[in-house]
């Protein structure tokens, strides 16, 4: 790994397949401090890497950002947003807190003690257009355990932000109140979370279960995103480019089997980047 510390010229790594490619970046989050954005050819080569660097490494340094088929077109769309834009968030600020976790050795071999993280996406990623970085700060939310909230407050602004308040909430956009507890369901949540306070102290974060509302797992803090995308007036004139920082390696899978001839990808050039089995020369990418 000594190459990817100590220097900055992009290179190629060849014959390596399977999950030979997955031990390699999982080698890379281990031996290195960095960030990376792996880009597969083709989805079913993205699920391949997600599902095996869950099995080798840290699953909270693994971003995996691709989209996912819902039945209502405008809410998959802005889910989808929503959903990107919070793990680049994460993925930006990422800080390993493993180093005091109970996780052992023994079911995560290569488990990194560094800050080092990886996003994984497929080229199509880099078409989705955005609100730009001021509006995306506009509008997080983060909640913390033990915070002071002003409840009144706190509700009235989800409710100005697009979120409806229901009696359950069930979908993306939704939140619930009843006693001193708050439900939100935004829609960069895979699953809702259950906020209880002691008057106006947050006492517990919980992720639930919709159907069974029973407790999945504790969070010590959340950060959400507000329904502003499904506003109109808010236009998406950004791209991930604008999110990411300098200091990102990319790493490209199959680089043969992308089109590089596609607008939208023009930006990776400014980029440092690794080539895992590069047939041809891709000094111009």
């Not at 899978?253 to 990776?268: A, H, N, Q, R």
Request: proline share 4%; net charge negative.
């Amino acid at each position: 790994m000594e190459i990817v510390n100590n220097s900055n010229d992009d290179f190629g790594i060849k014959i390596l397949f399977g999950a030979a490619k997955s031990l390699f970046v999982a080698s890379l989050l281990k031996e290195t401090n960095k960030k990376f954005l792996l880009i597969t050819p083709n989805s079913e080569i993205f699920n391949d890497f997600v599902d095996d660097l869950n099995l080798l490494t840290n699953t909270e340094n693994i971003f995996a950002m691709h989209k996912t088929k819902k039945s209502n077109a405008k809410l998959e769309n802005d889910t989808f947003i929503a959903e990107l834009v919070s793990q680049i968030s994460q993925f930006n600020k990422y800080q390993n807190k493993s180093k005091t976790s109970t996780v052992t050795r023994e079911h995560t071999p290569l488990l990194n003690e560094n800050n080092s993280a990886i996003a994984i996406a497929t080229p199509d990623i880099f078409n989705t257009t955005i609100p730009n970085p001021d509006a995306i700060q506009n509008h997080f939310c983060t909640l913390k355990k033990n915070q002071i909230i002003d409840v009144q407050q706190f509700t009235t602004q989800l409710s100005l932000n697009g979120f409806q308040r229901e009696q359950y909430v069930s979908r993306a956009g939704e939140f619930a109140v009843r006693g001193g507890i708050i439900d939100i369901f935004a829609p960069n949540m895979q699953a809702p979370i259950r906020v209880e306070l002691w008057g106006d102290e947050i006492e517990s974060i919980r992720i639930f279960d919709i159907l069974s509302q029973r407790s999945k797992a504790e969070l010590n803090e959340i950060d959400f995103i507000d329904s502003m995308f499904v506003a109109e007036n808010e236009k998406a004139s950004s791209t991930i480019f604008d999110f990411l920082s300098d200091e990102i390696i990319f790493i490209i899978d199959s680089p043969d089997s992308i089109d590089w001839t596609k607008k939208e990808l023009e930006p990776i050039k400014n980029f440092r980047k690794i080539f895992l089995n590069p047939l041809g020369n891709f000094s111009n990418v």
